[in-house]
């Protein structure tokens, strides 16, 4: 249970193996014995239209798609376009499927192209999220700048309405270099309405597709050595350049040695199956027929599975060699995969096997189900968990299907494959799942990785409701659950009431049960300010099985207990070392990457290098907003707030505030709100818009109000940001009095809780307000202790941020003759260092009116807005997600004082006549 969101199931006593989540015959085109025969006209066709948005290729099956794809695609890398290949299956129909088996593919081409979308990939299911997960594989495509062919093949299996919105998506937002080729045997429900209209999609039907009558005697010649033109001219006709009939015809007269066909017209799908049944699989050798029929079964096969099969596992040198007679022969059977891999896999001809099925299910029932039980614990035993649990609730075997899931479980989530495990679980019987303890604790697992804190609850509940007696493995499993809930909610007061609980560890506990307790224990005692005890607790749940994902989870919070207390160069370096061997690690380490990033932004701001904390963290803030729990991303956004501002941008920084004010009602945690309110008070007092100021202070107050008397958690820092705000405004009016109230018990909280920055940042308050009492010697001294602070510290920004006065005070310290050596070199570089920074004054509306008040980015906005153009579509030009131009409209819509993009529009062409 990772400080992301990421966490740990309990181990199962299914035996732990490795699996392989997209296969690799998916990613490479089939390739046949023979050469393939060259179709100038088609090619042509296809060559002309490589530079199209969205090709379409729709034909029956067995009308050649597929060969068209691959003559097309050798054309296509020998013009030096990229080519990236995904054959679909029934097995596809799955949105996280599909998005494993898309960027698996795309990896292969360059595996740059989908390092932030896999980070993404399968952590939620709403309609946001996918659209954020495609654009972000969009700007992943449009990173580079070669042309990138995109075919999938066999889309037809495909049927979930998500996946082609996604499609229709990934169509609207690719960049121009990016080119999808859609093959399928029948009519996609994807509107091609708009990208027929801009001219940008091709479409090659069955009559493109069909052989003409001279590409059917040079198909038939290639086939059989020779015909005659007549001969060839009838089967043309009986096929009507069918591929699929022309071939089938072939297989016959080859194997009747000459002999004249049937008469027998071969032009759909169903003729074929009737002819093949009566003039082609009766002439196959029985053994022959056998085994294709056995290996029907799966949707692709090997020798060693289909000796299996068979019942001959002895048999499979001898099986092998008839497998690769039969795909010399032509026979309908094609071979697959890659160099790398492990056997020689092979698949039927989608026809071939419809007809083939069709035997398979005249078996009795009990015999249908041992063949799907030899293929799965096949499957299992090689570790293709994705077929073998297929295949295992084909065989009525829901209970075996469950044990593998569970087996599976613990492998990938170390390894972080929850994307697979989701899908594993959707393969599961639903009554599989909510029947097995250990299984129903995946799935709650599976949604705090997602994010869903209320389907989380429910699923605690649910399980809490189980009537069976619980052992002691399972009530820890239990609390860890509500730990991480607690986690996600951001409330240490729940965790606290959980203590005894987490306290009692079982004695058979695992590292993924250490690790989760270590996370939920040492959040906690950081934010109670007790980092003597997160620092035992972490070394306590260290991996003993040296994990590396475990050890850098247990180095970030190590990391964050140093950072609480202060010690900023300390944390600095124990987050750069993280972020960097995270980064490397790919998706699985994205919760520690963000977690890492989020808290060096933190470090770095800081210590007044706020350019390098503003590019760490803009490039990082979309996935981490998607991915981390709500106090990873509090600290990315108050730094990118803060350091926006710093570098003079106003608006962009009022911006993040107003999307962390989102996420919090959003996510209903109070304490980002407050933090939010705070800044934005304190700012507002700095522009002297002091109404408004006041307004967010008088909110902060009614939120803290619902926490009164919280003390050292993260509830109470909601009334620590009331009185911020309430000892700024204080200050503003020079109500010094009042802000001495708020400051001397606050001051003492914090360093009775080892809040050092903050108690540093404070004392620069007190200084002020007895300075603006007359107590200049009171004044004097909580200066100094600030500065001594911030010099042992290595503070910067903490002390710079609280007021426009602090050069001038710092001056009249260095006047003095005998002032510290020591600490008047640390005064004069925070005097050099706010001289640097010195905030630039935000754009007041001139004659530009309101609109001079728009940021660059909703000045853009505002006139592709002026274009009429929809929101997604100004999404795709301003290579954003859609939910980040809503945001910006509603901002827009706010500065301007408008109800709609109408209003908006006017406004904005009655200002610029003006």
């Known amino acids: 249970m990772s400080h992301s969101g990421e966490h740990r199931a309990e181990s199962s006593i299914y035996p732990r193996r490795a699996v392989e989540h997209v296969t690799g015959t998916k990613l490479v085109p089939p390739r046949g014995t023979r050469q393939l025969m060259s179709r100038t006209a088609l090619m042509a066709r296809l060559i002309e239209a490589r530079r199209q948005r969205c090709v379409v290729i729709q034909g029956p099956a067995g009308s050649g798609k597929t060969s068209a794809m691959l003559a097309w695609r050798q054309a296509m890398l020998t013009l030096d376009f990229d080519v990236a290949w995904l054959s679909l299956g029934p097995e596809d129909n799955d949105l996280t499927s599909f998005f494993s088996g898309l960027l698996a593919s795309l990896a292969t081409v360059d595996a740059s192209i989908t390092s932030e979308a896999e980070l993404l990939a399968g952590r939620n299911g709403d309609d946001s999220a996918v659209e954020h ?12 700048r070669r042309d990138l062919m995109l075919m999938l093949d066999d889309i037809q299996y495909l049927e979930d309405p998500r996946i082609f919105e996604a499609l229709r998506w990934l169509l609207d937002y690719a960049p121009p270099q990016l080119h999808v080729v859609l093959a399928s045997r029948r009519a996609l429900p994807l509107s091609l309405a708009r990208l027929r209209s801009q001219g940008l999609t091709a479409e090659i039907d069955l009559r493109d597709l069909r052989f003409s009558p001279e590409e059917s005697e040079r198909f038939l010649c290639e086939q059989l050595g020779q015909i005659e033109k007549r001969d060839a001219q009838a089967l043309h006709e009986l096929t009507d350049g069918w591929a699929a009939g022309l071939q089938l015809f072939a297989i016959d007269l080859k194997a009747k040695r000459g002999a004249a066909f049937a008469p027998m017209t071969v032009r759909d799908a169903e003729a074929f199956a009737s002819y093949f049944e009566r003039e082609v699989l009766v002439r196959l050798a029985s053994d022959d027929l056998l085994l294709l029929t056995r290996a029907a079964l799966c949707s692709r096969f090997c020798a060693p599975l289909c000796a299996r099969l068979l019942g001959h596992s002895g048999a499979i040198g001898e099986i092998a060699a008839r497998l690769s007679r039969l795909d010399a022969d032509n026979l309908f059977i094609t071979q697959i995969g890659g160099e790398k891999d492990r056997e020689t896999w092979y698949r039927l001809h989608p026809l071939l096997r419809e007809v083939l099925l069709r035997r398979i299910a005249g078996l009795l029932a009990t015999e249908q189900r041992e063949l799907h039980a030899a293929a799965w614990h096949w499957f299992d035993a090689q570790g293709y968990v994705d077929e073998a649990v297929h295949h295992a609730v084909l065989a009525d075997d829901a209970q075996a299907a469950a044990n593998m899931v569970e087996g599976y479980a613990h492998n990938l989530l170390a390894r972080g494959e929850l994307r697979q495990l989701a899908g594993l679980i ?71 009431a959980l203590l005894p609980e987490l306290q009692r560890v079982p004695p058979d506990a695992d590292d993924f049960t250490f690790a989760g307790r270590g996370n939920i224990l040492s959040w906690m005692f950081i934010h109670r300010g007790e980092y003597e005890h997160a620092r035992k607790v972490l070394e306590e749940s260290a991996p003993h099985d040296g994990a590396p994902r475990g050890i850098l989870l247990g180095r970030c919070m190590g990391g964050m207990t140093h950072a609480a207390e202060g010690q900023v160069l300390l944390a600095e370096r124990v987050f750069c070392d993280v972020l960097a061997e995270a980064e490397k690690q790919g998706a699985a380490y994205v919760g520690i990457a963000c977690m890492a990033a989020a808290l060096l932004g933190e470090a770095l701001y800081e210590l007044n290098d706020v350019e390098a904390a503003l590019l760490l963290l803009e490039k990082r803030i979309d996935v981490l907003e998607r991915v981390s729990i709500p106090d990873t991303v509090l600290r990315a956004m108050l730094v990118l707030a803060s350091a926006h501002r710093l570098a003079g941008r106003w608006l962009e920084a009022h911006e993040c505030l107003e999307r962390l004010e989102d996420y919090a009602k959003r996510h209903r945690v109070d304490r980002l709100l407050a933090n939010a309110l705070c800044l934005r008070s304190r700012w507002l007092l700095e522009e002297g818009r002091v109404d408004d100021a006041d307004a967010a202070l008088l909110r902060c107050e009614a939120l803290a109000a619902r926490y009164s008397g919280a003390v050292r958690s993260t509830a109470w820092e909601i009334s620590v940001c009331a009185d911020l705000a309430r000892i700024g405004m204080c200050l503003h009016l020079n109500d010094f009095d009042g802000a001495m109230v708020h400051l001397t018990p606050l001051s003492a909280l914090s360093e009775a809780g080892g809040r050092w920055c903050r108690v540093a940042s404070l004392r620069l308050q007190m200084s002020i307000a007895e300075k603006g009492r007359r107590n200049n010697k009171a004044a004097r001294e909580h200066l100094v202790e600030a500065l001594r602070l911030g010099h042992r510290l290595g503070l910067m920004r903490s002390l710079l941020d609280v007021s426009d006065h602090l ?81 910006h409209l509603k901002n827009i819509y706010r500065k301007l004082d408008v109800s709609g993009r109408d209003g908006a529009v006017a406004k904005m062409r009655d200002l610029n006549a003006g």
């Open 133 to 144: 997960w495609v654009i972000t594989l969009v700007r992943g495509i449009a990173s580079r």
């Open 426 to 496: 959707r393969r599961l019987p639903p009554e599989q799942v909510a029947a097995r303890f250990d299984l129903h604790i995946v799935l709650a697992y599976l949604q705090m990785y997602a994010g869903e804190t209320d389907a989380l609850l429910q699923s605690i509940q649910q399980i809490e409701s189980r009537s069976e007696r619980r052992g002691s493995r399972q009530r820890y499993a239990l609390a860890l659950l509500r730990g991480g809930l607690a986690l996600q909610r951001d409330d240490t007061d729940s965790v606290a």
């Open 807 to 887: 050069r001038e005070m710092l001056g009249a310290l260095l006047a003095e003759e005998a002032f510290d050596p020591v600490l008047a070199f640390y005064a004069q570089r925070l005097m050099e260092a706010g001289q640097a920074r010195a905030p630039v004054e935000p754009k007041m509306a001139g004659t530009d009116g309101a609109l001079g008040l728009l940021s660059e980015r909703e000045n853009e906005v505002l006139n592709l807005l002026a274009l009429a153009l929809p929101n997604k579509k100004i999404a795709r030009v301003m290579d954003v997600s859609l939910d980040t131009v809503k945001w």
